[in-house]
């Protein structure tokens, strides 16, 4: 049977992995403890907050199939949330999500959905591979020092730009296309509090400040526990001060939240902040995966495309469907 190693957890690995386990081998490397990606959560007592991905929502019917299974099982559930707009510390629009399309949500955490997608899954997580070299007719996974990590068939990066272009080979045509392409970084702060703010909305579109977004974990389903906001940054913001003191970036942006929402969050009982260096990308070209048929391999996520879920799930669906041709 043929061999595939898939390199990442997230959205686009796990799509790509759930078309392709059922006609070859497949194997999942991913250099973090657990599965998700960007679809995140975590957890600090009482608290839990999802600081990557928000939600998302389903346009085509290639994924409304693909998630209807975790919307029959209760792992997503729409989150009714009250959206509002923030321009400039004014709330210029307001609707209720419940009036719209479905925004979901994984339950009890975004994690579910990763979790879900890999149950039945060969997923090797705290497997870092550094480099892969070809050996033969197939190629050669190389771990944390020198460790080989096998031999495949095929070989499928499900990973960011960046480090998708630090391991392949220069001397494929797809490292210098997916090297072109960049990506923009983004903090999340996690805010944890003893007495519910006094705000009338549970998600937050923000303009004119240097975040982007504030949401209150807790509205969303199956969230437990006292009141929860998660926080994230402006991309251009977290670009240019990648390297501040993370102190410096946790207060600078809770003073960006009480601009925006007019209340001190400083008091929190719990405040966190994380780092995604590679969080998201503008709308690329035609494009939904790159691959090199001759070669045996192929790139895909998110960002071939847009930083978006759905978008994650076509790049792995599309490159997926490539490598089935050749089987």
Known sequence: ????????????????????KDHAAVTIFEKSSSVSGRMATRRADPYSFDHGAQFFSAKTTEFKNFIAPMIATGVLKPWNARFVEIENADIVQSRNWADSYPHFVGDPGMNAVGKFLSKDLNVQVKSRVHSIEKSGNQWSLVGENYRNLGNFDWIL????????????????????????????????????????????FDAALVRGNDISWISVNNSKPGREGPFSMLVHSTNSWADANSHMDRGQALDHLCSQVRRAIGHDVGNAKHKAIHQWLYANTKKQGNATHFIDQSKNIGVCGDWVIQGRIEAAFTSGFKLAQNVLITL
Do not use: D
């Open 157 to 200: 990066l499900a990973i960011p730009a960046v480090q998708a272009a630090e391991i392949l080979p220069s001397s494929l045509q797809l490292q210098e296309e997916v090297s072109s392409i960049k990506m923009e970084g983004c903090f999340s702060v996690m805010l944890g509090f003893t007495e519910p703010l006094p705000i009338e």
């Open 1 to 20: 049977m043929t061999k595939i190693a898939i390199i990442g957890a997230g959205m686009a690995g796990l799509t790509a992995a759930q078309l392709l």
